[in-house]
Every structure is written in structure tokens, then in C-alpha cells.
């Protein structure tokens, strides 16, 4: 196999690295806000905010990643926003993560039995205090692993970007490919993602057995 | 905003073709995935040397690469090593080669959640090891499976929009097709397409809560 393609694109192939690991870093900071809003709101009691959130994460998570990247690549410019491929990409990955993110925060501060914020409350606790020392401490350990889990799928979704040229490491296959043969670019960048996702995943696997005793295999 | 497409007989016919290779490409793979999908799990959860070694060392690779990657794997390695395969068929053996490893780990984790006990009374009261995974394990584990089951399904039917980078004419393609010519209706598509995907996502999600339920009940 002819891996001569790394010589010849080696500029490419750090940029496309880069700039996946930049827009899921990028992403997974604003998808994490956004998420922790929407869970917020769904949990909020008030039935509007309730109601808006619960449709913001069905409907965003009904509908193809693929769909959300162009909307926002073709919607903004529409009306007079100019973004680059990678803001469209970080945009658009942080909205579809963020739904998924929010419904792992929910289901984490619901996991705490009720009483426990009643009898933060009745001891003279305002709701956030009794949020931030009661809930969220014991939350925080159903929280991470999955929130681990979908750092991966993040990292992963980047790989979408290609499809506005967004010029991460499935670009750079794109790019590669053009001369050099096809095999080994694609093998060579599926061991690339490996060592972006496997080391991601063990960490995930431990957490799970440390904090949930979850069994390994 | 120019919905007018929704009036028009050829641009509907258009998008129909296109849903229709989206259901053509999903029903397939999921079948496929499925049944790969319970022998991969199934093998895992065997603790047979090997043989669960390799099926873990299956799962855990293609499920850290991104499908988009595994699609274009599928399509131009594939053509580079001498087998022309149609596209439909290149797309729904990548769909099938990354949702199996998903499906495997829902099986497996299903299995694990058949009390061990279980096993043990059923082996003391004289059925092999094949009968007890059969009638006693399986049946059980199945209706835990069901849920991420069906939610990984809905991602698998989101996906085949990722196909969109290698042509394949289904919906996302052919909503492509129609704006490229019309560049008005771009964002109106691109907002009755995410609808259509909605609407089957949301019924096939809303669907598997109702089964949950009676199955539960």
C-alpha cells in the first residue's frame, strides 16, 4: 500500500486535525450551555419553557445532522449572516449535540429522589443552593459518562462538516483522495479517528465502573 | 420564502423517489443489523475465546469510527479493489457494518440484565446452556432491548441522509437536486425535509414508548 499521500499532504492532513479537534472542542463548550439550558427549562415546571424545550430536543433529534449543517449553511447567509464553513459546522454541531446533551442532564438531576430537594429546601435553602450542593454533586456521576459518550459521538458527527467542505479530517480524504489511491487514506484516517475516540471510550468504560459499577467485559 | 414546490407535481415526485430510496436503504439496513447485530452481542456476551474477543474487537472499532468515513469506505475502496457494486447496495452494507456493532452492544447489555440467577436455576433444573439463552435469557433481555433498539433505528434512518456525500439519490439528495435549480426554495426544502424526517422519527419513537408501555404493563 502506497502511503506517499502523507508527504505530499501533510499540511492538509494537520489542518483537517486540527480542525476537527478545534470545532468538537468548539462545539462540546457551547452544546454543553445550551444543553444545560434546555434541561433546565424542561425541568423547570413552568409549563411554557417546559413545553418549549421538550419540543426543541424531540424535534432536533428527530431530524438528520446532515439537515441542521445545511440549514444553517443556506439560512444565515439568507438573511445577511456570512459565516465560514467551520462557524456553519460549529453552529450546527452544537445544536444537534446539545439536544442530546440536555435529555443526559435531565435524566441525571431526575435521578435524585425528590425528597432530598424538599429536605434541602425545608432546612432554608434557596432552589439554587439546594441545586448546586445537594442535586448536582450527586448527579454529577450519572452525568459524566454519558456526557463522555456523547464527546465521542461529537468528535465522530465532525466528520459531517465534509459535506460543506469544512475542511476537517474527512476533507482531507476528500482532498487526498484526488490523486493518491483511495484505500490507504481511508485506513490511515479511520486509525487517526481511533486514536481521537478509543482513549475517549476507555475513559468512559472506567468512569462507568468507578462511579456505576457497571460491569466490563 | 418560496414553499410554491409544495404545489408542484414533478418536484414532489421528485422528493417521493428520494424518501422512498431513504426508506428503501433503511428498512434494509436495519433488517441486516439487526440480525448481525444479536450474533455480534450474542457472541460478546459468550465469553467463548475468541470468538467474543473478536466480536468485541469488532464492536469497539467500528463503533469509535465515524459512519460518513465507513460510507466512503464503502463506496470508493470498494470500487478501488475491483467490486462495482451499485450505490444502494454499497450504502446499505456500510449502514449495516456500523449499526451491527451499535445493535451487538444493545444486545449485550440487554443479556447482562437477565439476573444470573436465572442461568444458574435454569442450568440446575436441566436445560443446556443454548436452551436457557433461548427460552429463559433471551425472551427477557429482548423487551429491555427494545427501546435503545428502536432509538438507535431512528438514527440509522437519519443517517442514510449522510449518503448525500456520495450521491446516493435518496431524499436529502434529491431536495439537493430540486434547490440547486431553484435557489429560492433552498431553506423552505431544507425545512420541509427535516419535517418529513421528523414526522417518521417522532411516530417511530412515539411508537416503541407505547410498546414499552404495554409490554411493561
Known sequence: MDFSFLEFYQQEFYDGLWTTISVSLLALVFSLILGTVIAVLRISGVKALAGFGTAYVEFIRNTPLVAQIFFVFFALPAVGIKLSQFAVGTIGLSIYTSSYIAEVIRAGIQSVPRGQMEAARSSGMTYVQAMWYVILPQAFKLIVPPLGNQFINLVKNSSVLAVIAGGELMYFTDVA???????????????????????LSLLVHFLERRWLGKESS | MDFSFLTRADIMKTLLDGLLVTLEVALFSILFSFICGIVLGTLRYTKIPVLSHLAALYIETVRNLPLLLIIFFGFFAFKEWGWELPITISVIISMTIFTSALVGEIVRGGLNSVDKGQIEAARASGLTYVQTLWHIVLPQALRRMIPPMVSQFVSLLKDTSLAVAISLPELM??????????????????????LVYFVINYSLSQASRQLEKKLAG
Not at chain 1, 483522495?177 to 482513549?199: G, H, I, K, N, R
Not at chain 2, 430540486?178 to 423552505?188: E, G, I
Open chain 2, 173 to 194: 439528495h434529491n431536495a439537493q437536486i430540486v434547490y440547486s435549480r431553484y435557489y429560492n426554495m433552498t431553506v423552505p426544502l431544507l425545512i420541509f425535509v427535516s
Open chain 1, 177 to 199: 483522495t484526488t490523486e493518491a489511491d483511495v484505500t490507504p487514506v481511508y485506513l490511515f484516517v479511520a486509525v487517526v479517528y481511533l486514536l481521537l475516540t478509543v482513549p
